[in-house]
């Protein structure tokens, strides 16, 4: 974020700074190039990629700054003006195409028309001779105080709005995927949204600190937990079924949901279905005798749509069902069909040898804290509070 020329301060300090500047450059370009050596590049993995090497520059034109070499390359140094405009973008960006199978868009370049502006905004600068770029630099960008003004508003609303639309991206997907998924632990991005909260706290520091060697400072550090959790990655929805991706991607409205208890909802949700009540009957009827007779919730990876398949029913439907009939969504209704089987396993002679983290194993869940999650939610207490009770 190169504010600098309007908050005076003057270049030419070396010290500790210097290494922790160098280390954030250097590291974005190994992560960068990691992530362009992949054998399968994913869009995500492509994005936060270049989005590694945007920041590595960034710093790097700060860097220049900071140390007085911007009279060696003013030109270079000037390109770091419209370089925050990307972060937003990229941030954004990267959180669609990782909570969503889609192919690249063009019209999603459009995000990157604030800091084109911004470029074009500057591009005078780039047609001053040498020595006029440096002495710009010198007297604090005099001459285009006002082109630096409209950036830096520019720089926070962009802030402000791309960090809005990534949260809003990322909560509305762990909404979703409820409905698709009976084990959700690893495909919840986590990490992401701390990732999200960690940007909006660099925003903070920009909107009411502004000290330039802290912004910075922090983006270093930043491009460290950016690459090191990015690609950590796991592939999202590495199931044996295909997943329905329009589910994710279609656009839903969502302005009335808070306002509604969930039997209004669910009516909403499904006023344009063509199911028709004799069918969601037999769909049902179907999916109690499967559950009851071949128990397919003990599969910790069991999703909608691998039980839609086994059922020859189509996976919306299937989901009206459940959300209707049952009156839970999918996560709810086969994690509460998996503590039933727990309880009735525990009250099983034959099976009491073994521990009761291996019980819920055998009943579908794949984790200690996904097991006393549900349990607790489902029947309001721990599970040793529970039989202890007896």
Sequence with gaps: MQFLPLYGYMPGYTGPEDILYISGIVLSLFLSFILFSKNKKTTPDIILGIWLLVSGADLFTFFLFFTGAYTHMPAVTALGFPMPLLQGPFLFLYTKYQTGNNAFRRKDLLHFAPALCSL?????????????????????????????????????????????????????????????????????????????????CIWVVILFVGEDHLIFASSALFILWLGYYGIKQSQVFNQHAEVDWTYFTTSQDHVQENEMD???????????????????????????????????????????????????????????????????????????????????????????????????FDCGFNSKASFNRNFKKIMGTSPSMYLNKG
């Design 120 to 200: 074009l905004m500057f591009f005078p600068f780039y047609l001053l001779s040498y020595a006029d770029q440096v002495r710009v630099f010198q007297e604090e960008g005099k001459g285009y105080m006002v082109q630096m003004s409209v950036n830096v508003i520019a720089i926070m609303v962009s802030g402000v709005i791309y960090i809005v639309l990534s949260m809003r991206r990322l909560l509305s997907f762990r909404k979703k995927i409820v409905d698709r998924f009976s084990n959700t632990d690893k495909i919840r991005f986590n990490w992401l949204l701390y990732l999200i909260i960690g940007i909006a």
């Design 262 to 360: 969930g039997s209004e909802h669910t009516k909403v949700k499904y006023s344009r279905s063509a199911l028709q009540a004799e069918e969601a009957i037999r769909i049902h009827n179907a999916l109690q005798k499967r559950m009851a007779e071949q128990k397919p919730f003990t599969d910790p990876e069991l999703t909608l749509d691998a039980l839609a398949a086994i059922l020859q029913v189509q996976p919306d439907h299937l989901s009206q069902v459940i959300n209707s009939l049952e009156g839970k969504n999918f996560y709810d209704y086969i994690n509460t069909l998996r503590v039933e089987e727990f309880l009735r396993k525990t009250q099983n002679g034959d099976d009491i040898r073994y521990t009761l983290l291996a019980l819920a």
